[in-house]
């Protein structure tokens, strides 16, 4: 199976599905045949990177740029970590509880 090439418009298109109508990436990934993870990467670029997201070649970001799109992605992964250290306290409370024995 070829790798297929998604216009510019196809892409933000698709991203505005997700970002802007609240579908799932997989619904939409469905409805378009998009092969399944691709529509995901476009979501993350388009956060990443906004308008530029889908204009041939990204251009290189300004450092104050750069820093915010990380300190974004830090508090992020910072969230997603916490989220994680409550299902293992939750789960840890009771092995047995969740083993299905």
Known sequence: MGNRRYDSDFKREAVRMV???????????????????????WVQKHRDHQDAAFVGRVAAESPEAELKRLRKENERLQRERDILKKAVAIFSTDPHRYSGS
């Open 19 to 41: 970002v802007e109508d609240g579908l799932g990436v997989r619904e939409v990934e469905r409805s378009l045949g998009i092969t399944h993870g691709v529509l995901k990467g």
